[in-house]
C-alpha cells in the first residue's frame, strides 16, 4: 500500500518545524483521533507541544448550535437533540433541513442521514468494491491492517480477497472517506457516515439478509455484530 497522504503531512510538519528560520517563530495546530495520537507525539519529540483534549458537546451545547441556524419551537428542540444522539453534525443537519425545506419537524433519522451523505457517496462514485470496503471498515469502526485472520470471515463472506481490499481502502482514503494510520489501521473518517453506511446497507438498500449475515460471521464477530443492529435500532427509533 501506499504511504498515505496522513503520513506525508506528518512529515512535512516534521520537518517545516525543524528549519533554523522557523524556529521559534512557527506554530502548528494539528487535530488528531485519539487513536493516532501517541504516534503523533512520538514524531514529535524533539519540538515543544501542547496537548489539548476537546470534549464532547453537551445537550445545552448543542441546543445553541441548532438555534443558531434556525428558530425552532421548544419541544422540536428536544426533538432534534434527541435524534442526533449527542452529534452535533445530525443537529446541525437536522436544523438546516427544518430550514430549508420547511419542515415542522423530521422525525427519521434515515432521512437526516441520508439528505446528507447520499450526496457524498453519489459524487465520489465509488466503485462495489469500495462500497463493500466502506461497510466492512463501518462494521468493525477500527481496523488492525495488519491482522489479515480477523478479517478472513468478512472478506470470504462478501467474496474480496484481502489485497482487493486494502487498494479499495487506499481509494477511499484519497477520497477523504477513511483515515489510514502508518499503513496499519484504518477507521472511517467520520462517524455519522459509517452509521449511514450500515443503514444504507441493511435498512435501505437490503445488500444482504441479516440472517445470512449472522449466520456467516457468529460467534467470532458477536460484539460487531450487535453494535451493528443497536445502531440501526437507534435510527429506527
Do not use: W
Request: aromatic share 10%; proline share 1%; net charge neutral.
Amino acid at each position: 500500500m501506499n504511504k498515505s497522504c496522513f503520513t506525508a503531512g506528518r512529515l512535512l510538519t516534521a520537518y517545516l518545524l525543524s528549519l533554523k528560520e522557523y524556529e521559534q517563530r512557527l506554530k502548528i495546530i494539528i487535530t488528531v483521533r485519539d487513536y493516532a495520537l501517541s504516534g503523533i507525539v512520538n514524531q514529535l519529540k524533539a519540538f515543544e507541544t501542547k496537548i489539548i483534549k476537546t470534549p464532547l458537546m453537551n445537550d445545552k451545547q448543542i441546543e445553541l448550535l441548532i438555534k443558531s441556524i434556525n428558530k425552532i419551537s421548544s419541544n422540536n428542540l428536544r426533538e432534534i437533540i434527541k435524534l442526533s444522539h449527542n452529534n452535533p453534525r445530525i443537529a446541525v443537519i437536522a436544523a438546516i433541513m427544518t430550514k430549508e425545506h420547511d419542515y415542522e419537524f423530521i422525525n427519521d433519522g434515515k432521512e437526516v442521514l441520508g439528505s446528507y451523505y447520499d450526496q457524498i457517496i453519489r459524487e465520489n462514485t465509488l466503485s462495489e468494491n469500495e462500497k463493500v470496503s466502506l461497510f466492512i471498515l463501518s462494521f468493525k469502526n477500527r481496523l488492525n491492517l495488519t491482522d489479515q485472520e480477523s478479517l478472513k470471515e468478512l472478506l470470504k463472506f462478501f467474496k474480496i480477497d484481502f489485497d482487493s481490499f486494502l487498494h479499495s481502502i487506499t481509494q477511499l482514503h484519497a477520497k477523504e472517506l477513511c483515515d489510514i494510520f502508518q499503513d496499519k489501521a484504518a477507521k472511517v473518517s467520520d462517524q455519522s457516515l459509517s452509521d449511514f453506511v450500515i443503514i444504507d446497507f441493511i435498512v435501505n438498500n437490503k445488500v444482504f439478509k441479516v440472517r445470512d449475515f449472522f449466520i456467516g460471521l457468529f460467534p467470532k464477530n458477536e460484539k460487531a455484530i450487535v453494535e451493528m443492529l443497536v445502531r440501526i435500532n437507534d435510527f429506527e427509533s
